[in-house]
């Protein structure tokens, strides 16, 4: 059962950049799906950004394109998330999520966060105006 710690988060002001980092065990790491997604005070949980397992291919939430970067190194089995020009709208608990059976990497499926089994703890990330 693979285990994912997120590290990176912070108090940032407006227009400013974090990098947040997701750490997982589990030597088949290579072969997941990887995907961060967010959620604010009151709000749902929404799909941030996700990265296929050889990471060429990578999909963004319409909000976050632009601004925000997905990216793996399977030999470290870490995926990161590098945000820049943060707005106060992204602040949010940030979630790192693995899917160890992807079947397809696509809007409809790697969006989804019924997709992927296991999820960190969370790490918070608060953007000031």
């Known amino acids: 059962q693979v285990q994912l710690v997120e590290s990176g988060g912070g108090l940032v002001q407006a227009g400013g950049s974090l990098r947040l980092s997701c750490a997982a065990s589990?030597?088949?790491?290579?072969?997941?799906?990887m995907g961060w997604f967010r959620q604010a005070p009151g709000k749902e949980r929404e799909f941030v950004a996700t990265?296929?397992?050889?990471?060429?291919?990578?999909i963004y939430a319409d909000a976050v394109k632009g601004r925000f970067t997905i990216s793996r190194d399977n030999a470290k089995n870490t995926v990161y998330l590098q945000m820049n020009s943060l707005k106060p709208e992204d602040t949010g608990v940030y979630y790192c999520?693995?899917?160890?059976?992807?079947?397809?990497?696509?809007?409809?499926?790697?969006?989804?966060?019924?997709?992927?089994?296991?999820w960190g703890q969370g790490t918070q990330v608060t953007v000031s105006s």
């Open positions: 589990g030597r088949t790491f290579r072969s997941y799906t």
């Open positions: 990265i296929n397992w050889s990471g060429s291919s990578t």
């Open positions: 999520a693995a899917d160890s059976s992807p079947l397809y990497f696509d809007n409809t499926n790697s969006k989804n966060g019924d997709e992927y089994g296991t």
